[in-house]
């Protein structure tokens, strides 16, 4: 069984209700109303898309293709501690790919996934905009540079023992 907390509509209706009467009812409001969306609950189930979709009279195939063709939004939960590895041009040089293994292995997830415990998320992505300390990763948005596997993974070990004290 897993320790991800399981998803109740009901302590978000009121909020979700309230955020989707700030804007018009139209396919125009749904960006904002997604990002909003997903602030109040942290990520955007298939329940919250529905209503969002039910209320600005917008196709529910419509809201699923933009949380999907945008990298920010998620439909399902993401750990206390999200991880981001730079899979770009420099940092794949420099090894980025080793280190996504090695993550990998050690925490059974793949990229778009959250242990079964909630507490870590695994993202690759195309670019962290820090190239100088590539191969790079962040943890909950602080980067973390010039790594290899071991390095990585002691990073991260850090943050899941609480040793690692975010800024």
Request: aromatic share 8%.
């Amino acid at each position: 069984m897993s320790a991800v907390k399981e998803f109740k509509l009901s302590q978000y209706q009121s909020e979700l209700e309230k955020i989707i009467r700030n804007y018009e009812e139209d396919e125009f409001s749904l960006l904002e109303v997604l990002h909003e969306a997903q602030e109040l609950v942290g990520y955007l189930p298939k329940e919250v898309q529905k209503i969002i979709a039910d209320e600005l009279q917008v196709a529910p195939g419509k809201v699923s293709s933009v949380i999907s063709f945008y990298n920010h939004f998620s439909d399902s939960p993401k750990g206390e501690y999200q991880v981001a590895i730079c899979k770009g041009t420099a940092c794949y040089v420099k090894g980025s790919k080793e280190i996504i293994e090695k993550i990998e292995e050690k925490y059974g997830i793949s990229s778009g996934e959250t242990t079964e415990d909630g507490k870590l998320s695994l993202e690759v992505v195309r670019c962290l905009g820090a190239c100088g300390l590539s191969p790079v990763m962040t943890v909950n948005g602080k980067a973390h540079g010039l790594l290899n596997p071991e390095k990585a993974t002691k990073i991260i070990d850090k943050y899941l023992n609480n040793e690692m004290k975010e800024v």
